[in-house]
């Protein structure tokens, strides 16, 4: 007797399949994100080591920037611009759209945009001046005191860092479009290496403390597993995104 396992449902012929090898199953890592986010997050409404050491880190890298690197770290960090990758996801899946004949790719991008930019709630609740606030021309910055969630200095934004989200959320989001087309250690280099090299840039060129990037890591992850778990391909939609069911 040969025993069949469970498999999804085939979507219909022509129909967008999306790159997801294998679905998230345990929702243990969206756990551990979540509250990973909490515990970072904690410390930092009030002068606890970490802020200190978010000030520690500001300063030396103040120190040590030559010329050449703030260039290369200035030109890296455009590889988190949450506008540019968007707009090369949205591409991307208009066209996968146009040439399947399939709305799917499109409403993918459309809750993936929102929900990275339901990102902008949580950085305009917890308020956290930049770490040259108030000018980058006019030091001397933020200290330690200044540098806590919940201020009521401007402007500020920095908690959690966008870019470094946006590096997870939009290169996650087309390995999930066109990931068939990588081979497994181009996915994991497209996937690792612009959160690492956004992460450092966006420190060393003091627009985020460094403890923005972990958080934007947390919450980046989040995303892109609840996107992996939504089968687009299978869902059933209304008509009027699929008129052509009318006539199967």
């Known amino acids: 007797m040969t025993v069949v396992g ?6 219909p012929r022509g129909h967008w399949r999306p790159f997801v090898p294998k679905r998230p199953g345990s929702w243990a890592l969206e756990l551990a994100m979540a509250c990973g986010l909490v515990l970072w997050t904690v410390p930092l409404f009030w002068v606890s080591p970490l802020v200190r050491f978010d000030i520690a880190v500001r300063d030396a890298v103040d120190a040590h920037r030559g010329p050449l690197a703030e260039q290369v770290a200035t030109f890296t960090n455009m590889l988190g611009q949450g506008g540019a990758l968007g707009s090369v996801a949205l591409g991307i899946a208009a066209i996968i759209a146009w040439r399947r004949r399939d709305v799917r790719p499109l409403l993918a991008f459309v ?3 929102f ?3 339901a990102v902008l709630l ?4 917890l308020l956290r001046v930049y770490p040259h606030w108030p000018d980058i021309a006019s030091p001397p910055y933020a200290d330690a005191a200044q540098a806590v969630l919940l201020t009521s200095l401007e402007p500020a934004g920095a908690y959690p860092s966008g870019h470094v989200l946006n590096s997870v959320v939009w290169y ?3 390995v999930i479009l066109v990931g068939r087309s990588f081979g497994v250690w181009q996915r994991r280099l497209f996937l690792l290496l612009p959160p690492l090299i956004v992460g ?3 420190t060393y060129l003091g627009f985020h403390w460094f403890s923005d990037t972990p958080a934007g890591l947390f ?3 989040l995303i892109i597993r609840v996107v992996k778990r939504i089968h687009w391909d299978t869902m059933e939609l209304p008509l009027w995104l699929e008129p052509e069911r009318r006539y199967r």
């Open 6 to 11: 469970q498999r999804e449902p085939r979507a």
């Open 200 to 202: 450092f840039s966006t």
């Open 122 to 125: 949580l950085k305009y609740t």
């Open 219 to 221: 919450i980046g992850v």
């Open 111 to 113: 809750t993936t945009y």
């Open 172 to 174: 996650g989001f087309i």
């Open 115 to 117: 929900m990275a930019g």
